[in-house]
Structure formats: structure tokens, C-alpha cells
């Protein structure tokens, strides 16, 4: 009797499987329909370092842990594959492999977003005659029509996160992906691309299935026109990049992401064929994890590195200020257009590589320490650090500035480094927003964050204060599993509109800003970007 209410139970409940795979760790929740998790595991992600600037992921390895992550999570929910309503899948944007499909022969391993290999070419191509005449081409015709995609054209620049430039690179000193271009056996592969492809095909057995990717993911990397909403015409003419080689663009709604194929799994799976709900990049999870839905909603994600994504409704924004339009999400309606939703997007790469940088030069045990570390001393002793391993974005837009402290002193302490480091993280987020402010001329009251670093006080606290603004933390920081789930259930019909997705994100803490240290800080913040000066231009 009560192995048939359980069943029972357990068959009346959706649970949805969520897939996150990120720069440092990728995860799997097994939620239920009320959000609860009900399973999870882990594994690290791990990142190969070739040569200096070159971030690799080996594929194959990374597969291997996709599959046991997923069992591994059900298992853990006390289910069985059966059991599981759906799938869905959040990943990393602008890593990417090329590789001959059918006969599953990679030309090189991923290439992570972090990765500095096609540098040298970057910067060749933003000093380049042919760019300062299409930008000034662009400004005229700007001035002409006043269109919004000629003003984006007029200060486009290519830089070392889009796969453009990692993607030429490879095509100019890969010898077997020449080959496989001539012989048109070669395609491209976005992370969520590839691992769509491993899932539905059962790890190859049906080659050919659809080579598809979602818009949020394809929106960033820089072979994307988020004004025409497709590969952009440029990118053959000016770069010689086939469009024949990429996946084709799905929005995030799309009906057709088809079932994992049981075979991937083994034979604990038998028959089993759990739809894919899902895809979407890491960035666009998280806004929906954050519930950023509305027009001026603003998240900041504090991982690896820091993102700003302000949403900016169903107008794609021209910026100028080193930031970047891109499509949030795009959402298929029964009898009429897609409802396109945009954002703008910065980033400071170096954010928690800085801490993790300071750990291993050992400044400090446990990053949790750092808060208090940092609260022990009432400021950093004048004291300051360039957080610019991967140089300095928006709005500096210094891809050869240095990392380094300046101004210590025989007195200077570990606590007052520790502070320091967490200070210089923080006003790149406030040059962020400021930025975003001049561009959208939006009224901005508070900002939701996520991401491991936002689990500390003294970060969103001091963020707080230098911004003015109230900082909101989520008690569950998972904001990418979180927004996988719920577009993957609103898509699965679990939930029917985003008004039903409100009760499930709870607000752990609100930072308010302390308008007596809004002064001190503006001072400091000051001396800081005196400071850029010293380290910029410096490789």
C-alpha cells in the first residue's frame, strides 16, 4: 500500500532536471514543480592552459562528466529517469570547438570566451584601415537615417570574448580544420550546440540530427546581428566565414529540442526519453533566475567574471560606451511574431579569478574570510589593485592594461591588500551601471545579484554603498539553474505565464546604501581611476 501512494505521488509530480555548465563547475538540479530541489551534483569543470593565454576545454572529458552529473542528480532526488518531466540546459556563451560530426574527429578542444590567443589579431583588426572606414561609413549613415544599428556600426570593434576572432585564429593555423573546410566535412559548435547534438543523438549514433543553437547563446559571439535577428551577411564578406558551418538559430521557445536518446545513458535508462524543454546561455538563465522581466530590470553576475545585463524591452539599443546589445531571449507565440526581448551587456572578466588569484598567492585561506578580513580594517590604507589579468572593459575598453596594487607601504596588511582587491571588483561593476545609466537614461533603483561572489556582505554591501543603489541577493545564488527551470517549465506547459514563476524566488537580504559613506567612497573611487592611468597600455 505504500509503494503504491508513493508511485502515485511520485508520478503526479513534474520534476525538471536542470543542466548548468559554467567556467569553473558545471551542476545538475533535479527541482520539483514547486522549485524545491530535490537532488544535485556536481563536478569541476577543468581548464586547460596549454600555453600562456590559452583557456582549452577537453571535450570529451567534459562529456563524460555531463552524463554523470545528470545520473548522479537523479539518483540523488531518490527518482529514476522516468520519473523526470523534462530536461533543461543553461551553458557558457562563446566557447566553442570545430569538429567533423559524423566521423566525431575535434580539430582542437573548446576554446573557452576566456581565451587571449587571437589577441595580436584583435588588436591588428581594431586599428585597421578596413574597420575606421566601415565605422566611419556607419556614422554617416547613422547621421542620415538616424537607424540604430548604423550607430552600434559606428564604434563596432572585435574583441578577444567573441568567437570571431578565437574562430579566424584557427582557421588561419589549423591545419586539419583547412582540410575539413575544403572538404566542407567541418562545422562549429557553441557549447549549448554540442551538447544538444551529444544528448539527442545518443553520443553520435544518429549523426544527424538538427544542428541547431539557441539565440541567447549565438547573440554574443560577434557572428550574430541582433538588429536583423541572424548570422550577420558581414561575416562571409569580411571574414570568410562560411555561414554553411553554423548551427542553425532557434528561439527559446522552440518545440522541436526533441528527447535525450536512452543510449546516452546506458541501460539503467531502458526506453526513456526525457524531452528537452530548454536551452539557453548562462547570461539570459540567470536574468530569468534573477526574475529581471521588465524594461530597466538589472542583474549583476559575480562568477568567474562580472556581467551587467539591464533589460531594454523590445528595442535593440545602439551603445557606445564599449558595452554591447544583444537579444535576452526570444519567446514563439501560436499566430504571430516572436516576442524578441533585448538587453545591454557589460562585463569585468577579472572578478572571481581576482579572489581566487589572491587565494593561491595565499592572502587568505577561505574566500569566506575575505568579508571579514576586509571589515577589520576601516579602509585599505591608500592602498589600491587593478583587477586587469584579461585587461579592462567597459567603459576603460583596455584590453593591454595591467593588474597590480599601488600605493603600499611597510604598514600595508594582508587585510588591507584583501580589501583593496574586493574595493577595485566592485567599482568596475559601478563603471558598469554608470555606463549603463548614461546609455539607456534609466532611472535604476536597485540591483539583483548572483553568482558565487555575491554570497559575500562586505562585496554587496560596499557595492551598495558606491552605487547608491539597494542590492537585492536571492536566498538560492543558483540564479542560472534557477532560470533554466523556469523557462524550461513555462515551455512544458508546468507553468502557464511568467506571473506564476513570482512565489519561487525568495529575497535573502536587501543592502541598502549608506548615504554617509556615499562621499568617502566617490573620493576613493576617484583615486582609483587616477590609478588606471599607471597600469593602462602597459603589454
Known amino acids: 500500500m505504500t509503494t503504491n501512494s508513493t508511485h502515485t505521488r511520485i508520478q503526479s509530480q513534474s520534476y525538471i532536471a536542470a543542466l548548468d555548465v559554467g567556467t569553473t563547475y558545471l551542476r545538475c538540479f533535479v527541482l520539483d514543480d514547486k522549485c524545491v530541489v530535490k537532488g544535485s551534483a556536481a563536478d569541476t569543470v577543468e581548464l586547460l592552459n596549454p600555453q600562456p593565454g590559452y583557456f582549452e576545454i577537453e571535450p570529451e572529458g567534459l562529456w563524460r562528466k555531463i552524463v554523470k552529473v545528470i545520473t548522479e542528480s537523479i539518483r540523488d532526488a531518490k ?29 582542437h578542444n573548446f576554446i573557452t570566451w576566456k581565451d587571449l590567443r587571437a589577441d595580436d589579431l584583435v588588436q591588428k583588426w581594431n586599428s585597421s584601415c578596413s574597420l575606421r572606414t566601415m565605422n566611419g561609413v556607419s556614422y554617416v549613415m547613422y547621421l542620415l537615417t538616424r537607424n540604430a544599428r548604423f550607430l552600434a556600426g559606428s564604434v563596432l570593434k572585435m574583441m578577444n570574448g567573441q568567437v570571431t576572432p578565437r574562430l579566424l585564429h584557427e582557421m588561419a593555423h589549423n591545419k586539419r580544420l583547412q582540410q575539413g573546410l575544403r572538404d566542407k566535412t567541418a ?15 545518443g553520443n553520435g549514433l544518429v549523426p544527424d540530427v538538427e544542428h541547431i543553437t539557441d539565440i541567447s547563446s549565438s547573440t554574443a559571439t560577434g557572428l550574430y546581428d541582433p538588429f536583423t535577428l541572424g548570422w550577420s551577411p558581414l561575416i562571409r564578406f569580411m571574414f570568410g566565414i562560411d555561414v554553411d558551418i553554423l548551427p542553425r538559430v532557434v528561439d527559446n521557445s522552440y518545440k522541436n529540442f526533441g528527447y535525450v536518446h536512452p543510449a546516452v545513458f546506458g541501460p539503467d535508462w531502458g526506453d526513456t526519453k526525457i524531452p528537452i524543454a530548454a536551452s539557453l546561455s548562462d547570461q539570459t538563465a540567470a536574468m530569468w533566475g534573477s526574475q529581471c522581466f521588465a524594461t530597466g530590470d538589472i542583474k549583476v553576475t559575480m562568477g568567474t567574471g562580472a556581467f551587467l545585463n ?25 499566430k504571430r511574431q516572436p516576442d524578441t526581448i533585448y538587453c545591454i551587456e557589460g562585463a569585468a572578466h577579472d572578478f572571481g579569478t581576482v579572489v581566487t588569484w589572491a587565494q593561491s598567492c595565499e592572502l587568505f585561506q577561505n574566500p569566506a574570510d575575505t568579508a571579514d578580513m576586509a571589515m577589520s580594517v576601516p579602509d585599505t590604507n591608500d592602498v589600491y589593485f587593478m583587477p586587469a589579468f584579461s585587461g579592462l572593459g567597459p567603459p576603460v575598453n583596455d584590453y593591454r592594461a595591467a593588474s597590480g596594487f599601488i600605493g603600499m607601504t611597510p604598514s600595508t596588511t594582508k587585510a588591507h591588500m584583501v580589501r583593496a582587491l574586493l574595493e577595485s571588483i566592485v567599482f568596475r561593476v559601478v563603471q558598469l551601471i554608470e555606463s549603463a545609466k548614461e546609455e539607456t ?22 557595492l551598495a554603498d558606491a552605487s547608491g543603489l539597494c542590492v537585492e541577493r536571492a536566498e538560492c545564488s543558483e540564479s542560472s539553474i534557477m532560470g533554466a527551470t523556469y523557462l524550461a517549465g513555462v515551455n512544458h506547459g508546468i507553468w502557464q505565464t511568467l506571473e506564476d514563476l513570482k512565489s519561487f524566488r525568495k529575497v535573502e537580504h536587501i543592502f541598502e546604501p549608506q548615504p554617509k559613506q556615499k562621499a568617502i567612497i566617490a573620493s576613493r573611487m576617484g583615486k582609483w581611476s587616477r590609478a588606471i592611468e599607471r597600469f593602462s597600455g602597459w603589454y
Open 187 to 201: 562545422r562549429l559548435e557553441l557549447l549549448d550546440s554540442w551538447i544538444l547534438h551529444k544528448l539527442r543523438s
Open 79 to 107: 527518482l529514476t529517469p522516468a520519473n523526470i518531466t523534462c530536461l533543461t540546459i543553461s551553458t557558457q556563451r562563446c566557447t566553442f570547438l570545430t569538429w567533423n560530426h559524423r566521423t566525431k574527429e575535434y580539430y
Open 310 to 334: 539591464m533589460v531594454t524591452g523590445v528595442d535593440c539599443k545602439a551603445v557606445i560606451s564599449g558595452m554591447y546589445p544583444l537579444v535576452a531571449w526570444q519567446l514563439q507565440h501560436e
Open 441 to 462: 537614461k534609466q532611472k535604476l533603483k536597485i540591483i539583483k545579484v548572483d553568482g558565487g561572489v555575491s554570497r559575500n556582505d562586505f562585496v554587496c554591501q560596499f
